[in-house]
Structures are given as C-alpha cells and as structure tokens.
C-alpha cells in the first residue's frame, strides 16, 4: 500500500521561511507527479506546486517566487516545498499528492496533510 507522509509543518511568522517533506513508501513503479495542494478554513483546496518526472514545475499565481518545489527520486521518493517570504494568507493544511503507478494501477495518493500557521 503507497503512503504519503508529510513533515515540516509548524508556526512561523510573516516574511519567515519553512521548509515541508514528504516522502512515499510502499510499491510505487513510477511517479508522474508530485506536489503540494493547501486549504485554508472555509476555501477549497488549491494547488500550491507540483513538479512531474521530468522536473517540470507548476505553481499558483499567489506562490511564484515565494515557494520552490523540488523532488528526490532515490530511495525516499520525496517531494520538497521550500517556503520562503510566507504570508499570513498562506496559513493552510498542505497536502502532499502524488500520481503514481503502483501495485494497485495508476491512482492519485494523498498525505494526511500538515499545518502551516503564519501570525507574528
């Protein structure tokens, strides 16, 4: 069974810098796409970064030049979200997501998400 787990979340204050983690496990034989998703209380969630196997990123509008998404292809199978110059609107629960063929086919796995609170 493919897990998502995500770490890094916390508090941090406006202008400050986090850094979130997740890695994958379980029987994965190829990865499309890995990225974060977020909501915030009361909105839908939204894509925040992704980045696919070839290491092409996407980001929304509201994050670009903020947030870097990077991956680890090795062992860990990661996907990384570095967040600089946070806002107070980027407080969220942040997903991982990942589009992967695995044992069970191709399907879409999400993390049990991690909180990002930003407040000074």
């Known amino acids: 069974q493919v897990k998502l787990v995500e770490s890094g979340g916390g508090s941090v204050q406006p202008a400050g810098s986090l850094i979130l983690s997740c890695e994958s496990s379980?029987?994965?034989?190829?990865?499309?796409?890995m990225g974060w998703y977020r909501q915030a209380p009361g909105k839908q969630r939204e894509l925040v970064a992704q980045i696919d196997s070839r290491y092409a990123t996407n980001y929304a509008d509201s994050v670009k030049g903020r947030f870097t998404v990077s991956r680890d292809t090795g062992a860990k199978n990661a996907v990384y979200l570095q967040m600089n110059n946070i806002k107070p609107e980027d407080t969220a629960v942040y997903y991982c997501?990942?589009?992967?063929?695995?044992?069970?086919?191709?399907?879409?796995?999400w993390g049990q998400g991690t909180q990002v609170t930003v407040s000074s």
């Open positions: 997501h990942a589009s992967l063929r695995g044992a069970e086919g191709v399907k879409d796995y």
């Open positions: 379980g029987s994965i034989y190829v990865i499309y796409t």
